[in-house]
């Protein structure tokens, strides 16, 4: 039976949030009957997003509020 888990894919301080915050990814992992074939990957979050969501100011993509920032892309 395959497998969905969420891993932690990036650790970045969030200067919004004043913390460290992790991007995270859900892979869905094959049945044991087929080995060959790679994770792949659902869907990603940051750790704070539902928190950021319920501001009242525009923080990044990941809380649904400005598709125009991604801080997990900045360095
Ligand atoms: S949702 Fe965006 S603003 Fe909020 S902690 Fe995560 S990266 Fe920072």
């Known amino acids: 039976m395959a ?3 969420w891993e932690t894919i ?5 200067d919004r949030a004043g913390c460290e915050v992790s991007l995270e990814a859900e892979f869905v992992y ?5 080995p060959d074939q790679p994770a792949r990957l659902l869907s990603k979050r940051c750790s704070r997003g539902l ?6 100011s525009m923080t990044c993509v990941w ?3 400005n598709p125009m920032r991604d801080p997990f892309t900045q360095k």
């Open 10 to 14: 990036k650790v970045q301080y969030c």
């Open 30 to 34: 094959p049945a044991e009957f087929m």
């Open 3 to 5: 497998e969905k888990h």
């Open 51 to 56: 928190e950021c969501n319920m501001w009242n």
């Open 63 to 65: 809380a649904g509020t």
